[in-house]
């Protein structure tokens, strides 16, 4: 099965444009202190990440609070969690996360979903991971979008399962 590789900052929570005020939704309280930045999480998300039938895995610096922020806003089952290396990467135009991710889908196919992508880890990515693989920037500004969802769907659907 395809896995989602899921980002939160920019996707999940867009940081907003300068022609239009931040979203914000109305959504369950979760445990524990409340992130200032959650009513800008769209619930209806949730929904429209399971219809698109991937493995869903939080490829995020938020690690589990992802699950215990994130989740119940969104009605998702709690879930697996990409963990990071310690090392540091030494800078440059590869995404600290592309490495990780093609190691953790081990030849799977996947999508990665995120709002720092570019060509380099696109390029990377082709010539290191033997399965099909989608990385689809986010605009940061406006998060997950119909356009982004029919572009998700449109690659899904041409991926042999």
Do not use: Q, S
């Not at 490495?99 to 990665?112: D, E, H, I």
């Not at 995120?114 to 693989?133: C, F, K, L, Y």
Request: with cysteine.
């Amino acid at each position: 099965m395809t896995l989602l590789f899921l980002d939160v900052d920019g996707p999940l929570i867009p940081f907003g444009a300068a022609d239009r005020p931040y979203p914000v939704y109305p959504g369950p309280r979760v445990p524990g202190p409340e992130h200032p930045l959650l009513t800008r999480v769209d619930p209806a998300l949730g929904p429209r990440l399971l219809a698109l039938g991937c493995v869903l895995v939080w490829a995020t610096t938020w690690l589990d609070d992802a699950n215990t922020g994130l989740t119940p806003r969104l009605g998702l089952p709690a879930l697996p969690v990409v963990r990071w290396p310690d090392e540091d990467e030494p800078p440059g135009p590869l995404h600290w996360k592309t490495r990780p991710l093609v190691a953790w889908a081990a030849g799977r196919p996947f999508v990665w979903v995120d709002d720092e992508i570019t060509e380099a880890d696109r390029a990377w990515t082709a010539v290191h991971h033997p399965g099909p693989a989608l990385l689809h920037r986010i605009d940061h500004r406006h998060g997950l979008t119909d356009a982004d969802f029919t572009a998700l769907e449109e690659w899904l659907a041409a991926v042999p399962r």
